[in-house]
T-cell receptor, first 115, second 113 residues
Framework: NAGVTQTPKFQVLKTGQSMTLQCAQD?????MSWYRQDPGMGLRLIHY???????DQGEVPNGYNVSRSTTEDFPLRLLSAAPSQTSVYFC??????????????FGEGSRLTVL | AQSVTQPDIHITVSEGASLELRCNYS??????LFWYVQSPGQGLQLLLK??????LVQGIKGFEAEFKRSQSSFNLRKPSVHWSDAAEYFC???????????FGRGTSLIVHP
């Protein structure tokens, strides 16, 4: 059972380049989300989705785009990379449980450096 | 909106010593509470959660946490720490009607041999 798979694990970009971080889960979870982790800042929610075709913004959505065409996949797109987007990105998924948060399952992270 | 505070950025303990990591939350109703652990270079893994019922909850790897409504706290404890427990620990709080937990900034646990 693969769980939540993120690719790539490491990426270096130049300012202004675009790229997509991939996230796939094989647990049939309705809920998927993207976080960024920065030193001293904990985890900050970028975007989330509660099902195919449904996405919404989190705490820090600017500069990022998402889509959810299938239950399994939730890619995160950086439209024009900036040094401030240097971070470790985590994808997480979970079951939707009757109006409360449930356990989240995390990928191993993608470390992005923007020069 | 809910919020969570982890007052300690770093905690250092000796192997075999007891451990308590602090977590304080702010939320008007009964919260949904979680502790996650992040080993170096890895994603987060759920240690334990509290939704209702017994205020002392047991988790994986020998950890436990106690929900104290009067103190708005959900502290994580372990009676004897192992070197493999060195990691980052995150407390998270969720509210009824929302799927989205709010994470604290984390506490880094350092274990001395």
């Amino acid at each position: 059972n693969a769980g939540v798979t993120q690719t790539p694990k490491f990426q270096v970009l130049k300012t202004g380049q675009s790229m997509t971080l991939q996230c796939a889960q094989d647990m049939n979870h309705e809920y998927m989300s993207w976080y960024r982790q920065d030193p001293g800042m904990g985890l900050r929610l970028i975007h989330y989705s509660v099902g195919a075709g449904i996405t919404d913004q989190g705490e820090v959505p600017n500069g990022y785009n998402v889509s959810r065409s299938t239950t399994e996949d939730f890619p995160l797109r950086l439209l024009s990379a900036a040094p401030s987007q240097t971070s470790v990105y985590f994808c997480a998924s979970g079951l939707l449980t009757s109006g409360r948060p449930g356990e989240l399952f995390f990928g191993e992270g993608s470390r992005l450096t923007v020069l | 909106a809910q919020s969570v505070t982890q007052p300690d950025i770093h905690i250092t303990v000796s192997e075999g010593a007891s451990l308590e990591l602090r977590c304080n939350y702010s939320y008007g109703a009964t919260p949904y509470l979680f502790w996650y652990v992040q080993s170096p270079g890895q994603g987060l893994q759920l240690l334990l959660k509290y939704f209702s019922g017994d205020t002392l909850v047991q988790g994986i790897k020998g950890f436990e946490a106690e929900f104290k409504r009067s103190q708005s706290s959900f502290n994580l404890r372990k009676p004897s720490v192992h070197w493999s427990d060195a990691a980052e620990y995150f407390c998270a709080v969720g509210a009824g009607g929302s799927y989205i937990p709010t994470f604290g900034r984390g506490t880094s646990l350092i274990v001395h041999p």
